[in-house]
Each structure stands twice: as structure tokens, then as C-alpha cells.
């Protein structure tokens, strides 16, 4: 008893060598498969040409944020749960809470701008052909997301708050005290909750765009007495199921850390076990994100079988998903506002 009291006192947050042993080995598996199903979404983004979609820049960009997320941040959360306490020097830790909050306010807002494509491309046709003209625009788009992460991710470096080793969390991040409420409203109630609530629409409009359409669809078969395909009505149920997907991933791994940083700015104390398990969430949300936007997606799915065949890539669908963007212009359907099942073809095959 008394040899499992002297082991367990080591440790800085007093766990036995098994919890030590099973927190890393997690943390580790999670850094690992974020950082291989990133690298292989963004290679095949690179070496398929049938991916050339304007769409898939912003999941490119994601993918870029969540790579950096397992290369430059995860080793040093996986160092300090082993060590109990921040593993480098003190000087690079309000550099490192800067990066971290970098690459997560990119994602986030990454995660709304696919949102955001995908709700002009099947909503608002018309629209979309003047906001995403082409990859060049999308990736201006990229880029500003990027810059915009960083100015909300930096302020705290040069007095807009104070960055410290959060021993509970296992991170270098935020000071989360009452004082620095103000960068905590912007933050969380600015840029997750208020991305929270675009995705939300986004994707809700989305499917209601498209159950009107197939009710139109099927009201106009029963009259005509025509016999139809099915194709629409399973459309449907898989544009729905992604966006579900979206949506409950995007709450799973981001809201129960912003509740928490809330909580504790307003003075509320939690257990380090309900933290340690917020950072998990966190990160699992870079590793989930190849499988929702990649591997759930049919293309995506043909494109990794594929490479890891080592058979190449067949060039001839080179310019496939732009095409199908500037025949969005034209496509006739009932009431006039263009065939669904062309509009959302790109987001589920």
C-alpha cells in the first residue's frame, strides 16, 4: 500500500502508472491517426483529378489545420500527460496556446465554410456561380480564413489576455479567469457558437431544399402516373445523414470544451478528469474530419482505394466536378429553380 501511495505521488496530478500508461497511449492513437488521415486526404486532393472541385479547397484547408493540429500541438499534449507538466521550455508555451488556438479557430470556421459551399451550391444555384466562381476565388477564401484565425488566435500574446500551462487540460492555452471574459465572449460565443449556428442552418435548409423537392417530385409522378427511380428519396436520406454527421460531430467535440473554458472563466471549479476528457473530444475532432468529409464520400472513397493500390489515377475525369458546377446555371426542373439531383450530386457521389 505503501509502495502504490510513493508511485502514484510522483506523478504530479497523482495518477498510478496504469492511468499514466492508458492516458498516453490514447492520446498517442489519436495524434497518429489524425496525422495519417490528413496526409492522405490532402494527398489525394493533390493527385486525383477528379477532385477539383471548388468544394474540396475548403476541405483541403480543414485538412491542412488538422495535420498541423497532430504534427505541431499533439506531441506536446501527448509529452505533458506523460510528464504530468508542461515537457518544454516556459518561454514556448504562449506560443504554442497561440498556434493551438490558431489551428482550431481554422477548423471551425473551415468546417462553416463547407458549410456554407454546400448551402449556395444546392440552395441558391445562381448564387453560387458569383460566389465560388472558381478554385482561385475558393482558395482566397481559404487564405482569409487562415488570416482571420490568426489575429482572433493572437491577441492574448500582446495583452489581450495571458497564456499559461493549464495543468488539467494538459495544454499550453488561454487563462481562463473572469478578467478575460471579453476574449472568452469572442471566442466562444463569437466564433464557436456563432459557426455553430451558421453550420446548423446551412445544413438545414440544405435538406429542406431537398425534401421539398422530392415531395414536388413525387406529387407530379402521382398525377402524371409516371414511374420514377427512387433516386431522389435516397438522395435525400444521404444528404441528410451527412449533414446529421456534420452537425453532431461538430457539437460532440467543440461544445463540451467551450462549456468548460465558460465555466471556469465564470469562477466555476471542475474536476481534472472532466478536462482531460474535454481535450480528448478536441482533438478527436482532427481526426474524425478526413472520415466525415473523405471517406463517407463515395469519390473520396474510390480515390484512397486507389492510391493504396499503388494503381495511380485515371485522368479523365479531370475537369468532372467543375463542369458540374457551370451546369448549374442551366439545369431546368419543376418550378424552375434547377434539378436537385444535379445540384447535390457533388455532395454525395
Not at 113 to 140: E, G, M, Q, S
Not at 297 to 321: H, L
Request: glycine share 8%; net charge positive.
Amino acid at each position: 500500500m505503501d509502495n502504490t501511495t510513493s508511485v502514484m505521488s510522483s506523478d504530479p496530478l497523482g495518477r498510478s502508472p496504469l492511468q499514466v500508461g492508458f492516458e498516453v497511449f490514447f492520446a498517442s492513437l489519436i495524434t497518429v491517426v489524425a496525422f495519417l488521415g490528413n496526409a492522405s486526404l490532402i494527398y489525394i486532393l493533390h493527385r486525383d483529378p477528379r477532385l477539383k472541385s471548388t468544394n474540396n479547397v475548403f476541405i483541403e484547408s480543414l485538412g491542412w489545420t488538422d495535420l498541423c493540429m497532430a504534427v505541431f500541438k499533439m506531441p506536446l499534449w501527448v509529452m505533458s500527460i506523460r510528464h504530468g507538466s508542461w515537457a518544454v521550455s516556459d518561454v514556448f508555451c504562449p506560443w504554442s496556446a497561440a498556434t493551438m488556438f490558431t489551428f482550431g479557430i481554422s477548423s471551425i470556421l473551415n468546417m462553416g465554410l463547407v458549410a456554407i459551399n454546400r448551402y449556395f451550391k444546392v440552395v441558391k444555384p445562381h448564387v453560387y456561380l458569383k460566389i465560388f466562381k472558381d478554385r482561385r476565388r475558393a482558395r482566397i477564401y481559404a487564405a482569409l480564413v487562415w488570416a482571420v484565425s490568426i489575429l482572433l488566435a493572437t491577441p492574448p500574446l500582446y495583452g489581450g489576455g495571458f497564456m499559461h500551462y493549464h495543468r488539467y487540460f494538459s495544454l499550453c492555452t488561454m487563462s481562463w479567469e473572469i478578467k478575460y471574459i471579453s476574449y472568452v465572449v469572442v471566442v466562444v460565443g463569437g466564433v464557436v457558437s456563432g459557426t455553430t449556428v451558421v453550420i446548423f442552418f446551412c445544413y438545414y435548409k440544405i435538406y429542406k431544399m431537398i425534401q421539398s423537392s422530392s415531395n414536388n417530385l413525387q406529387a407530379h409522378t402521382a398525377a402524371s402516373e409516371v414511374q420514377v427511380t427512387p433516386t431522389a428519396p435516397t438522395v435525400d436520406i444521404r444528404v441528410l445523414m451527412s449533414a446529421f454527421t456534420v452537425v453532431c460531430f461538430f457539437l460532440v467535440t467543440w461544445v463540451p470544451v467551450s462549456f468548460m473554458v465558460t465555466y471556469e472563466s465564470a469562477g466555476g471549479r471542475l474536476p481534472r478528469l472532466v478536462f482531460a476528457v474535454g481535450a480528448y473530444f478536441m482533438f478527436v475532432g482532427s481526426l474524425g474530419n478526413p472520415f466525415i468529409y473523405g471517406a463517407l464520400n463515395p469519390k473520396f472513397r474510390r480515390a484512397f482505394a486507389c492510391a493504396f493500390r499503388c494503381r495511380g489515377f485515371d485522368g479523365s475525369g479531370n475537369r468532372v466536378a467543375e463542369s458540374r458546377d457551370l451546369q448549374l446555371s442551366t439545369a431546368v426542373s419543376l418550378g424552375g429553380r434547377g434539378n436537385i439531383t444535379n445540384r447535390i450530386a457533388p455532395l454525395t457521389s
